[in-house]
């Protein structure tokens, strides 16, 4: 069972904006910076989204951040086809070092 | 551009050992703390250890203490995992990840190497 609480899927039709939500606690997200990471099955991850809301270079607008107290959430806009990947958030706990979600796979209809 | 090579997965035995390897390129390796990741099968990612640039501070998640060493080789730009007392839960894949600068997360990964504890 993970520390971070991710739903385990998401889905939307291409165009649309989808939204996953991360859930944690005081000694994680509530006092640390929320990363998201996009993998692809077979290929290494990516940092999509750190410091809670920055977008490394490359990584297009459509993807953003957002944290309020102990919760965040990825937004993807305009969704593509190629979006279609498992999405996980991560943090660092004061206690047990970092810390992820377990999840959630994204599929695009 | 900076890359990362993970080798020495495989397949061994409950209780035999393993060492994993990550060999970097394309950036300054003492600049920057590293990480071991995994994925069980058909599960999500998992953070095993950390070592800082100089290897003053090591973390292991709590499941690995007491069986597994992070070290490093920064003459050689080599990140090491051992891993001792191995069992079935520590089966999957072993991602080594770098610790960008300035909170900007682990980027780059590498591929990954598959360890499998069967018997």
């Known amino acids: 069972q993970s520390v971070l609480t991710q739903p385990p899927s998401a889905s939307g039709t291409p165009g649309q904006r989808v939204t996953i939500s991360c859930s944690g606690s005081?000694?994680?997200?509530?006092?640390?910076?929320v990363y998201w990471y996009q993998h692809l099955p077979g290929t290494a991850p990516k940092v999509l989204i750190y410091?809670?809301?920055q977008r490394p270079s490359g990584v297009p607008d459509r993807f953003s951040g957002s944290k309020s107290g102990t919760s965040a959430s990825l937004a993807i806009s305009g969704l593509r086809s190629e979006d279609e990947a498992d999405y996980y958030c991560?943090?660092?706990?004061?206690?047990?070092?970092?810390?992820f979600g377990g999840g959630t796979k994204l599929t695009v209809l | 551009e900076a890359q990362l090579v993970e080798s020495g997965g495989g397949l061994v035995k409950p209780g035999g050992s393993l060492r994993l390897s990550c060999e970097a390129s394309?950036?300054?390796?003492?600049?920057?703390?590293m990480n071991w990741v995994r994925q069980a099968p058909g599960k999500g990612l998992e953070w095993v250890s950390s070592?800082?640039?100089?290897?003053?501070?090591?973390y292991y998640t709590d499941s690995v203490k007491g069986r597994f060493t992070v070290s490093r080789d920064n003459a050689k730009n080599l990140l090491y995992l051992q891993m001792n007392s191995l069992r079935a839960e520590d089966s999957g894949v072993y991602y080594c990840?770098?610790?960008?600068?300035?909170?900007?997360?682990?980027?780059?990964w590498g591929q990954g190497t598959l360890v499998t504890v069967s018997s």
């Open positions: 990840a770098r610790d960008h600068l300035a909170n900007r997360g682990f980027d780059p």
């Open positions: 394309g950036f300054t390796f003492t600049r920057h703390s």
């Open positions: 070592i800082s640039y100089s290897s003053t501070y090591i």
């Open positions: 005081s000694s994680d997200i509530g006092t640390n910076y």
């Open positions: 410091r809670n809301d």
């Open positions: 991560a943090a660092w706990d004061d206690s047990l070092g970092w810390v």
